[in-house]
């Protein structure tokens, strides 16, 4: 059974940094693509940042220069380091992993994201 988990989340005030984790468990973890999407309250859930296999990583232009994904394959965890965080930020963000060949897509619950002004 595959298990997404998301950490790391919670209020922080505008400037400030939050380093947010994705345990993953059931799957072949190293060989899946990455994704943080990110929802806030009344608006669709957005891609943040997406990480392939072989660790190339792509961003949306609101996030870029101040977040970094990255994953390590040998824990099965993928991390999104957030800086510089603006109240915009604030939302649920959710990891998404998307098996190879199946394309198959698996979510997590959540972890909560505030920024205060």
């Known amino acids: 059974q595959v298990q997404l988990v998301e950490s790391g989340g919670g209020l922080v005030q505008a400037g400030g940094s939050l380093t947010l984790s994705c345990a993953a468990s059931?799957?072949?973890?190293?060989?899946?693509?990455m994704s943080w999407y990110r929802q806030a309250p009344g608006k669709q859930r957005e891609l943040v940042a997406a990480?392939?296999?072989?660790?190339?990583?792509n961003y949306a232009d609101a996030v870029k220069g101040r977040f970094t994904i990255s994953r390590d394959n040998a824990k099965s965890t993928l991390y999104l380091q957030m800086n510089s965080l603006k109240p915009e930020d604030t939302a649920v963000y959710y990891c998404?992993?998307?098996?190879?060949?199946?394309?198959?897509?698996?979510w997590g619950k959540g972890t909560p994201v505030t920024v205060s002004s």
């Open positions: 998404k992993l998307r098996r190879p060949i199946t394309d198959m897509e698996y």
């Open positions: 059931g799957i072949n973890f190293s060989r899946s693509v």
């Open positions: 990480i392939t296999s072989g660790g190339t990583a």
